[in-house]
């Protein structure tokens, strides 16, 4: 059998390398403390739960769905955009739900790439950015990740040295996996720099509400006059209403690329299932205490990862945004490059981490901490870090100059 051109295209998922040590410890009686996968540990709000239980089990909810999502949830996402962002969208032409903002990203990838389109994508960055891409034939020119004034000379000069023209421009803030936030100002240039390269750009905006300045709440690119000629931005509810599971996400902005968006989902789904997308309704229309308390309990949570990881010798940056903290490895053990040393702290501390490499080789001096776990489980981390950090001299005789994992 032939190998597969879609799957040749992929590199191996090094994510998975990871999760099989985790899973042979666990085999082994470990108790891993799992930081690695942004999987929300918290529970969906209870009104949201309600109105799920409410819907589900009738024979006109149980029936196929719109594969655009139906129009009281686009109405809802509309709504949700006027108030946080002062953004207007036309729910039945500039909205449409997605089976979670990755399903998203991928089908819009299917949508606009033709084989051989040139892609720009900052790197590091969350996977699905390049390999949804990748995998509809396109080809990624790496970017920079921080939005500062000198990402536009560089990319200017990925633009100048692609053949073909570039098509398309991703970014990601508040970021994945580095917790980057963008400016309104940033983003002002950046539309400017899409329109006079003639570029789509394709925000995604996941983490819109984790953040921990009130006062300074994440931008939307759609808050740009003009932006929505060139953009669509993607959300999801997996992060602010702890949805994860329940696969509900949406894309809004220009009305072209949704179109196409559209027609690439009417040949593949039928939508989420009608009860997830009524309680998600309820979701977007109800109370914002919940997210208010989601972002309370991460800002906790942060800040005893800070400080508890700082006892044990490892300096962690506070991230102002997102649900994860991007740490540069122990200089000790930064020869091994992430992969290795990710192995390593399952096997030495019983701690899962998310190997920078796989968000692309420019990660990979850092590893991503998750903040899944509650705050005793974070220090208990911290303590078994500080342990195998204080022990390393005696139990590692292999900790040298090797060649970092591809």
């Not at 981490?353 to 901490?369: L, Q, T």
């Amino acid at each position: 059998m032939p190998d597969f051109y879609r799957i040749k295209r992929l590199p191996p998922y090094v994510f998975e390398q990871v999760n099989r040590i985790k899973a042979a410890a666990r085999a082994g009686g470990a108790d891993i403390i799992d930081l690695g996968m942004g999987n929300p540990d918290l529970q969906a709000p209870q009104h949201v739960i309600d109105k799920l239980v409410e819907t589900v089990g009738k024979p006109r909810t149980d029936r196929y769905s719109a594969s655009k999502g139906i129009g009281g949830l686009r109405r809802a996402q509309a709504g949700y955009y006027e108030r946080r962002f002062g953004v207007k969208l036309n729910p039945d032409t500039q909205v449409v739900a997605t089976l979670g903002s990755k399903e998203g990203f991928a089908n819009m990838a299917q949508a606009i790439t033709e084989p051989g389109d040139v892609i720009l994508v900052p790197n590091p960055s969350y996977p699905i950015h390049a390999f949804g891409f990748l995998m509809a034939g396109g080809v990624i020119r790496s970017v920079p990740a921080e939005p500062t004034p000198d990402f536009f000379p560089a990319a200017e000069r990925a633009v100048a040295h692609s053949i073909p023209k570039p098509v398309a421009l991703v970014v990601c803030y508040p970021s994945n996996p580095t917790a980057y936030v963008a400016s309104l100002d940033f983003y002002r240039d950046l539309v400017a720099f899409a329109k006079k390269h003639d570029l789509i750009l394709l925000s995604d905006l996941a983490y819109s509400e984790v953040y921990f300045d009130e006062s300074n709440p994440p931008p939307s690119i759609l808050q740009v006059p003009g932006a929505i000629d060139v953009a669509v931005e993607f959300t999801s509810m997996s992060k602010t209403f702890s949805m994860a599971g329940w696969r509900i996400g949406f894309a809004v902005g220009n009305e072209r690329l949704l179109a196409a968006l559209a027609r690439v989902k009417s040949y593949l789904d039928y939508g989420a299932f009608t009860p997830v997308q009524v309680a998600a309704t309820a979701a977007l229309n109800g109370p914002d205490d919940c997210i208010r308390e989601m972002r309370a309990i991460y800002k906790r949570r942060r800040d005893v990862l800070v400080e508890s990881f700082g006892k044990a010798g490892w300096t962690v940056p506070a991230p102002t945004a997102s649900m994860f903290a991007w740490v540069q490895i122990p200089e000790k053990f930064r020869s091994m490059g992430s992969l290795e040393f990710s192995k390593l702290l399952v096997e030495k501390a019983d701690v899962a981490v998310a190997p920078g490499i796989g968000f692309g080789e420019h990660g990979d001096n850092y590893v991503r901490i998750a903040l899944v776990e509650n705050e005793q489980r974070i220090r208990q981390a911290a303590r078994n870090i500080r342990r195998f950090f204080d022990s390393s001299d005696q139990t590692l005789h292999n900790v040298v100059p090797m060649a970092r994992a591809r």
